[in-house]
């Protein structure tokens, strides 16, 4: 009877990933001409999820040579979920764009 290998490990304790905070911008549009648009972001992400290599298990030496790997080769990674924490993102977003008869020029400055 075989075996399975468990690559993935279960983590009770994860929780989902939450993102809050605000964004509001204002557009502006001078008829078909231009247009300016302004962001302001101030957001945070907690529980951010990181997939982490939380173990390894090596083969036994009749699978190693079978496969061709050499000694320092082929161990089976185990992977786990992990809260990493929390991720800040803040900044300001401009986006211009003016029309010169056939042409159009598209500008974007961030601020972070």
Do not use: H
């Not at 300016?36 to 957001?43: E, K």
């Amino acid at each position: 009877m075989g075996q399975t290998l468990v690559t993935r490990l279960a983590n009770p304790d994860l929780l989902p990933e939450q993102q809050r905070g605000i964004e509001a911008g204002m557009e502006l549009y001078v008829g078909s001409r231009g247009s300016l648009v302004i962001t302001r972001y101030n957001q945070t992400v907690d529980d951010l999820i990181l997939i982490a290599a939380a173990d390894s298990v090596d083969l036994v030496p009749a699978l190693r040579t079978a496969y061709g790997c050499a000694e320092w080769q082929c161990a089976a990674k185990e992977y786990q979920n992990l809260d990493l924490g929390a991720v800040r993102n803040e900044g300001w977003e401009t986006q211009a764009t003016l029309t010169f008869g056939p042409f159009r020029t598209r500008e974007c400055w961030q601020q972070v």
